[in-house]
């Protein structure tokens, strides 16, 4: 399996660009807030509990997800101080440890535009940060830092393309199969 993992600061198209890049190429789509919804009904976000189980969840489903074959999984993800030293170092030996690999592809977009992004409807329907004064504060203190991430194979800044053109370079770059759709 091929683990699509699409990184970036909050408003960066994310989510529309992987909603396209499944479209395009009928490869399934994980959205990271499916989890992060699910933990927030009943953890404190940043709490013990919800950074052991979130992780836990991104991991169960990157293992099974190798283990049903699928061809490949699409994966977003944004870098915040509650997620747990390691991390990306478990995905990448998740998805090994079945013979599949991980593609990273990052997404930037420069700070005004995300900022005009924050507060825009689509982003209400997932508990998403929609507060322009929070993110300039979280970004501020480093809490975006991605430093830590792994050079991406392909970065795309959203501002200059749409969220189908971004999918569309990533699905060349990355030589997905187009016929599954």
């Known amino acids: 399996m091929k683990l699509i993992?699409?990184?970036?600061?909050?408003?960066?198209?994310?989510?529309s660009v992987a909603q396209e890049l499944a479209a395009m190429t009928?490869?399934?789509?994980?959205?990271?807030?499916?989890?992060?919804?699910?933990?927030?009904?009943?953890?404190?976000?940043?709490?013990?509990?919800?950074?052991a189980l979130r992780e836990e969840i991104w991991l169960s489903v990157f293992d099974q997800a190798s283990l049903s074959k699928?061809?490949?999984?699409i994966f977003t993800f944004a870098?915040?101080?509650?997620?747990?030293p390691g991390f990306l170092e478990r995905v990448?030996?998740?998805?090994?440890?079945?013979?599949?690999?991980?593609?990273?592809?990052e997404l930037v977009c420069p700070l005004s535009e995300l900022r005009?992004?924050?507060?825009?409807?689509?982003r209400l329907q997932y508990r998403k940060l929609t507060s322009a004064t929070l993110f300039d504060q979280i970004h501020a203190t480093g809490g975006f830092d991605g430093s830590f991430l792994?050079?991406?194979?392909?970065?795309?800044?959203?501002?200059?393309?749409?969220?189908a053109q971004a999918a569309a370079k990533i699905a060349e770059v990355l030589e997905l199969d187009l016929s599954l759709t």
């Open 5 to 15: 993992f699409l990184y970036g600061l909050p408003a960066t198209g994310k989510l």
């Open 26 to 51: 009928g490869h399934r789509l994980f959205h990271n807030h499916l989890t992060v919804d699910l933990l927030l009904s009943v953890f404190d976000f940043g709490s013990p509990a919800f950074v």
């Open 70 to 73: 699928l061809p490949a999984l």
């Open 79 to 84: 870098p915040e101080p509650t997620v747990r």
């Open 92 to 105: 990448m030996t998740t998805v090994a440890k079945r013979g599949g690999e991980v593609d990273f592809v």
């Open 116 to 122: 005009r992004r924050l507060n825009t409807p689509s």
């Open 150 to 163: 792994p050079k991406p194979r392909l970065s795309i800044d959203t501002s200059l393309c749409t969220a």
